[in-house]
């Protein structure tokens, strides 16, 4: 009866302090002018205040201070706050931010229990890799009112549940924590957006997922495949976003590092899909992949290694088919906000789309 009790005071506790800590955090960063302003790459049209990825963090590392969460975690998650706070501000270089995310992925490489799948060191590379990608992964796909908030939702309630059904309610309580705090943001975030989450709670936010997602290998059991397939299933919507990033962008020569609207929302809003149709689309979808993972988790291996194939091919189409959607109606140029003749004219406006295709802009 405790346990059941604390599985539903946690996510509660979480979201009923971050629904009332948002408010103050609005205010507060609008009194220090720590907002993100409009412009031709962003969705906004007026100043937004970025302090909601604060209040976030704050309210899930208090709860599962009192849940008893591993200490490393909480610190991690803090620390990378800060970066990202800083990188809100003053605006860090890529380069930099890396390199604060560094040591942390080794952490999670050397604390974070798995079953074994490569020789030791090259495991905790590949683990440290796949939380490097998961901060990153995260912070891209915060672009749209809503979105990152809601994908978060989506994969800390499928950890959840994979980790309820298998007997460990320690790391259900971290998971809950984490989707309530995201769950009383996403009250102020949804479209039109009253305060953004910032790099402030994208990186640590994109950490604990990798983390948490990383913990959930450790059910699928049922062989390997499965293993290196359920954390991927869980956040494939910032994979597929961040995929098709870097690949569209080594493709016409322009630096990953850089912004651009080319995320899966652009490429969506380019077919006519308002804001929230957009960020309800990727919402289902991320929603598919979590309930591909909590399957795996529970499936016997014969069915494993039936069905993943499927669901690999129905991700790969999804894929190539939002690679390609860029480029469908609008030269790549126009993608970039410049076309072969030079860039446009910053008084007349984004180029006008062909085709009924509405231009999409970055958050």
Known sequence: ????????????AALVLSAGVIPVARRLACQ?????????????TAPVPLL????????????????????????????????GLV??????????????EIPLAFLVGAWVPIPPLLPWGVQQLAVAFWILAAINSFNLIDGLD??????GIIATFAVAVIAVTHGNPAEALTALALCGALGGFLIYNLSPASIYLGDAGSLPGGFV????????????HGSKLAIVATPALLMIV???????????????????????????????????????RVAYTLWALGGIGAA?????SLAWKPMIVTMLPLCALMFATVGLFLTNLSFEHEPPGRLYGHTADGPPDPESGPPAPRGGIRAGFSG
């Open 52 to 83: 909601g990825g604060v209040a976030v963090v704050g309210s899930f590392v208090v709860v599962e201070w009192f849940c008893g969460a591993p200490v490393w975690m909480l610190l991690a998650a803090l620390a990378l706050c800060v970066v």
């Open 1 to 12: 009866m405790m346990l059941i009790a604390s599985l539903v005071l946690a996510p509660v």
């Open 238 to 276: 910032p994979i597929i976003d961040t995929s098709i990033v870097m690949v569209t962008r080594l493709a016409t020569g322009r630096a990953i590092s850089k912004r651009g609207l080319d995320h899966c929302h652009h490429r969506l809003h380019n077919l006519g899909l308002s804001q929230k």
């Open 292 to 296: 591909w993972a909590v399957f795996i």
């Open 209 to 220: 997922l990798g983390v948490i997602c990383l913990g959930a290998v450790r059910y699928a």
């Open 146 to 151: 809503g979105l990152a908030a809601g994908l």
């Open 32 to 44: 220090l002018d720590w907002v993100a302003r409009p412009a031709k790459d962003r969705w906004h």
């Open 87 to 100: 990188d809100d501000i003053v605006s860090l270089a890529p380069r930099t931010k890396l390199m604060c």
